[in-house]
């Protein structure tokens, strides 16, 4: 072989190298998948990776289950066979890669164009056979999506240069639109494009950092939404679909619902998170759906083998309790997904009773990122088991900081005050709770409770008045202490 042609060989084989990526399947899987002994639910992504991945493909050659798929394939001839054999097998240890290389390039002329046809060929059939006929099986088997429910989200910076792109989805007929928040840290304007070339700016948006949520609203009416997925329908062991952010119908991934994990807010309309049980080893960014096409969420980590999604039914409930930010503040938000990923972590050790473990994960979320209010509640509640009860109350006012109307950390930084006989300004806090819902029969009973430590029986008859229409059992509890 020439020179030119051994520079051109060792080109290529470094450029197949440098599509290597952190997504890459392991050693371990490709020697699993090579054997056949991988498990089913871990081959189809990893027949969608090998789809996309030079470089896997590579190591999978290298690993010589290639040659056994392009025999069943097609039959090359005798001696491209022997080659083959020689290429992969070789008798000779001490023979390195490049020399066998070198030997197969040793063809005359026309049996070269004879074999790299014949090799396309059985190339194209081994890609169609095992890849694309098996992913289309996964397409047929996922419900079909409405496309006009997807829409592209552009942040840019202050000259109009863009600086992410992502999809967002159309979650109400009358303009709410779910997406991402990081995509849009940094951000001086937000444009969203509809199916039809349409093109809104938003002014503000309601944000999330413990979920890495955003919501949008434009002004439209009408529009063509996706169903979002009762939560409460959903079982674990069911199967689902993640959905990739660059597509919408295609490129499905199956997975199943393992666990939901809770924030240990007391109202059932805590956020949860949905832990998804799948062998994606990557980074998850998509949407999750369920079997009838219903948006069930968004993938929030990105570290491998933590794979939890946030509902996407929590946008009612942030829009609710939130406030929006404007746009152009969006370039003081320092989001952190290192922060997000501890966070996570977290919530998986407290649900494992490994305490010290999580007051750690939460404390480094914290540290990464001091604005993420799920964190500080986590850490606040862990430190009331603990009967630390001034670090308790030190996370609630942090929370309060960032969002005043907060009505986890109100409720529990006034029943911190009110265990410790603050009695007056806990009487404050719950007051301030209760404009915010007038229905909140928690906080009703124990400002109540907070009224009659300081004799001041008027006001807690009231709040009986009050309570009996909405939570007789408290009532009369609380009137029993009255009389």
Request: charged share 25%; hydrophobic share 35%.
């Amino acid at each position: 072989m020439s020179m030119e042609l051994e520079s051109k060989l060792k080109d290529a084989l470094k450029s197949i190298d440098s599509f290597k990526t952190p997504e890459c399947l392991d050693d371990i899987t490709l020697g699993l998948y090579a054997e056949g002994k991988l498990p089913a639910i871990q081959q189809e992504p990893a027949e969608l990776h090998l789809h996309s991945c030079l470089y896997c493909l590579k190591q999978l050659n290298d690993l010589t289950e290639m040659l056994h798929y392009q025999r069943q394939i097609i039959q090359p001839s005798p001696k491209l066979s022997a080659l083959f054999k020689r290429l992969l097998h070789p008798k000779e240890p001490e023979n390195s890669f490049i020399e066998r290389l070198k030997e197969f390039f040793t063809f005359t002329q026309q049996q070269w164009r004879f074999s790299a046809i014949t090799l396309a060929a059985a190339w194209m059939v081994f890609i169609l056979s095992t890849f694309v006929l098996r992913h289309e099986s996964i397409r047929q088997g996922a419900p079909r999506l409405n496309p006009d429910a997807f829409v592209k989200i552009s942040a840019l910076n202050s000259t109009g240069k863009i600086l992410h792109e992502q999809q967002g989805v159309i979650v109400s007929s009358d303009g709410y639109i779910e997406s991402k928040l990081q995509p849009m840290v940094g951000a001086s304007t937000i444009k969203v494009t509809l199916r039809d070339g349409r093109t809104r700016e938003i002014q503000q948006v309601w944000k999330d950092e413990s979920t890495n949520i955003a919501v949008m609203k434009i002004d439209d009416k009408e529009l063509p939404e996706m169903p979002i997925a009762d939560i409460e329908s959903i079982t674990i062991g069911q199967k689902i679909f993640a959905v990739p952010d660059s597509g919408n119908d295609g490129g499905f991934t199956q997975a199943v619902v393992s666990d939901f994990k809770q924030t240990q807010g007391r109202r059932n309309s805590s956020v949860q998170y949905i832990q998804v049980a799948s062998q994606i080893t990557t980074s998850n960014t998509g949407k999750l759906i369920d079997e009838k096409g219903n948006l069930l969420g968004f993938m929030i980590t990105e570290e491998k083998n933590i794979n939890l999604a946030a509902p996407a039914g929590s946008y009612r409930q942030l829009v609710k309790t939130s406030k929006p930010t404007p746009v152009s503040e969006l370039t003081q938000v320092n989001f952190s997904s290192e922060a997000l990923q501890s966070y996570m972590k977290g919530i998986l050790a407290r649900d494992s009773q490994r305490i010290d473990e999580a007051i750690k994960n939460f404390q480094e979320a914290i540290k990464l990122n001091p604005r993420l209010t799920g964190a500080r509640l986590e850490l606040g509640l862990l430190y009331y088991k603990q009967h630390q009860f001034d670090k308790e109350a030190v996370e609630y006012q942090e929370i309060l900081k960032i969002n005043p109307d907060d009505p986890d950390a109100l409720y529990n930084l006034a029943w911190n005050l009110e265990s410790h006989g603050k009695y007056p300004e806990a009487i404050v806090i719950y007051e301030k709770a209760l404009e915010l819902d007038p229905e909140d029969t928690e906080t009703l009973y124990q400002l109540g409770l907070s009224y009659l430590a300081q004799g001041n029986k008027v006001e807690a008859m009231e709040l009986y008045g009050r309570l009996k229409k909405l939570d007789p059992g408290n009532a009369e509890l609380l009137r029993r202490l009255i009389n």
